[in-house]
């Protein structure tokens, strides 16, 4: 599997998250300024709510962009060729008989892009399954822990 590929996919689906945010953040702010949202009572709260929600989704645009500017920049990094499971390691672990492929980087946890008909889940430092797998190489058994007993097949 092509590692370039893998990168570039996921900062193609958090740049398309990034412009739904700001989307979504500007309707609702224009909602919460326009004219039918304001209040009729002192009970009425749809236009703070509103300008809660563009709040929200703004702080949530800010984490995308930071997220694709992180991995743009450690791009060369990432993308080296590795022995062992770090950040930038594109792992292919077998659960039981079940394979899943990783690939590490420093932000980006959880998101799960499709290159060439493979599922690729990111993973960060932080998670448990990152603690369990660092410094692995392929053909190492997962130490003891939480979650499924399996091997590391691949490293790149």
């Not at 009970?43 to 962009?65: H, I, K, M, P, V």
Request: charged share 25%.
């Amino acid at each position: 599997m092509d590692k370039a590929a893998v990168l570039e996919a996921v900062i193609g689906l958090l740049r398309e998250d990034l412009r739904k945010s700001v989307n979504a953040s500007r309707e609702a702010a224009d909602y919460a300024t326009h004219e039918e949202s304001r209040a009729e009572s002192k009970w009425d709260t749809q236009g703070l709510e509103a300008s809660y929600l563009a709040a929200g989704q703004a702080g949530q645009a800010r984490q995308w962009a930071e997220a694709v500017t992180a991995l743009e920049g450690a791009r060369d990094s990432l993308l080296r060729p590795r022995m062992d499971i770090g950040n930038g390691a594109l792992a292919v672990c077998d659960f039981g008989g079940k394979e899943e492929v990783f690939f590490f980087a420093p932000v980006a946890g959880g998101v799960v892009v499709s290159v060439e008909g493979t599922e690729v889940t990111v993973i960060t430092p932080q998670s448990p399954l990152a603690g369990r797998l660092a410094g692995l190489r392929a053909g190492d058994a997962l130490p003891p822990g939480p979650g499924a007993a399996g091997r590391v097949t691949r490293v790149e």
